[in-house]
C-alpha cells in the first residue's frame, strides 16, 4: 500500500494545485508550472521512481502541457 501512495500522492497534489483558481497577478502558465514543481518536489521525497526518470517525466509533462 505504500508504494501505491508514493505513486498517488504527487500525482493528486500537482492535480489538486493545477485546477485550483489562479491567484490574481499570476498567469495560468506560471501556476501550472507550479503546480508540475510541486508534484516533482514531492515525488523526490516519496521516491516511486528515480530521481533521474522523475525529473524527465516532470520535463515532458511541461512540454507536452506548453508550460
Do not use: C, D, R
Not at 500525482?11 to 514543481?37: D, R, S
Not at 518536489?41 to 507536452?64: D, E, K, M, R, Y
Amino acid at each position: 500500500m505504500k508504494k501505491y501512495m508514493s505513486w498517488i500522492t504527487p500525482i493528486l497534489v500537482g492535480v489538486i494545485i493545477w485546477f485550483m483558481p489562479v491567484p490574481e497577478g499570476l498567469k495560468p502558465q506560471a501556476w501550472h508550472l507550479f503546480a508540475i514543481f510541486a508534484g516533482t518536489i514531492l515525488g523526490f521525497i516519496l521516491q516511486p521512481l528515480p530521481i533521474g526518470a522523475l525529473s524527465i517525466i516532470s520535463i515532458v509533462i511541461s512540454a507536452v502541457t506548453n508550460t
